[in-house]
């Protein structure tokens, strides 16, 4: 009997196997909408209340952090983990919500097929795809993302009246310069990343566990300007490149400056950036800034999450949702 029983086991799981590489973003609920940007594909998922498809609403865009993270994440049942940080529905009664995915990186995948950090690795290479390295940075997220917003403009039922942009971690930094170069973003949510750009937030990392010559900090510096002597370079050096690591690192707070549209700042004070955003907000009152918010959350790491009587992170105290709550209560009052 055990060979009868092995082949069917084994159809079983090729069965699971099919059905997961067979599953579409419609599978759960979103459309699937496809545009091109410099002969690239973009992938975008719009999640809409259900029955409300075709309601004309507000467009709001989520930006996601950094990494080739696939969009939607399979378990192992085949069920998927939640596309947004927050439950969607908190948003959804007004308004489409969408987000883009990575260049050249699959929109579905297993999570168990990627690594650690949930990272889509090559199978051939072992690192991530080289096109996806050469475009995985600021200037072609902020342009491609201000064409996809021209694209999803052009739908029924996109309303013309608002349109909002959040990003968090990295995806703040593209969502602050998609609101500098985009006039069809009215309002913009800016969370959880160093306002003064990625290298303030390595510096002052090193800075605090350095020797007493600060000989790494030095390092960094000495780094710093070989970044900004060839800020172009986008030759792939194992996982970033030069033009990567100098656009992330140029300050968010020139573009978010510059704007005039309403701007919601929201950041942990246990995040290792949140000096820096405190100081933006102190600056923000002594240059009379009135269209920039600040909602910090007492006792958050840079996720949202709590800690324990230990100073570790409390991974069952999740804070997102409350954001999202205080996002829509903001939303409300502009």
Not at 164 to 186: M, N, Q, R, Y
Not at 214 to 220: H, V
Request: hydrophobic residues 40%.
């Amino acid at each position: 009997m055990k060979q009868p029983l092995l082949f069917i086991l084994f159809l079983l799981l090729l069965h699971t196997q099919g059905a997961a590489q067979a599953s579409k973003p419609g599978d759960f609920g979103f459309r699937h909408m496809q545009t091109f940007y410099k002969k690239d594909t973009v992938d975008i998922l719009v999640l809409s209340k259900k029955g409300e498809e075709e309601k004309t609403k507000p467009l709001f865009l989520f930006v996601q952090g950094s990494l080739p993270v696939p969009l939607i994440l399979l378990k192992e049942n085949g069920s998927p983990y939640s596309v947004f940080p927050f439950k969607a529905e908190i948003l959804l009664g007004k308004y489409h919500l969408a987000i883009i995915s990575k260049p050249y990186v699959p929109l579905i995948k297993e999570a168990t097929g990627l690594r650690g950090d949930m990272a889509y690795i090559n199978p051939v290479t072992k690192t991530f795809p080289k096109q996806y390295i050469e475009r995985d940075n600021l200037d072609y997220y902020a342009n491609r993302n201000k064409h996809a917003i021209k694209f999803l403009k052009k739908q029924s039922w996109i309303s013309d009246r608002d349109m909002v942009v959040a990003g968090h971690s990295e995806g703040a930094a593209v969502a602050a310069k998609l609101a500098e170069l985009s006039k069809d973003v009215t309002r913009l949510i800016f969370a959880s990343t160093n306002p003064f750009g990625r290298m303030m937030t390595i510096v002052s990392q090193i800075r605090q566990r350095d020797d007493s010559l600060g000989t790494a900090t030095e390092k960094q510096f000495q780094f710093w300007q070989e970044l900004v002597n060839d800020p172009e370079n986008n030759q792939v050096q194992g996982e970033v490149t030069f033009k990567s690591v100098y656009g992330f690192s140029k300050p968010p707070i020139v573009s978010i400056h510059k704007l005039k549209i309403p701007v919601l700042v929201v950041y942990g004070t246990k995040d290792i950036a949140a000096p820096f955003f405190d100081y933006m907000r102190l600056d923000a009152i002594r240059n009379k800034k009135q269209n920039i918010t600040f909602r910090p959350y007492v006792g958050r790491e840079h996720n949202f999450f709590g800690f324990n009587e230990n100073g570790k992170v409390n991974y069952d105290d999740f804070g997102w949702d409350t954001v999202a709550q205080d996002w829509k209560a903001w939303l409300e009052k502009k």
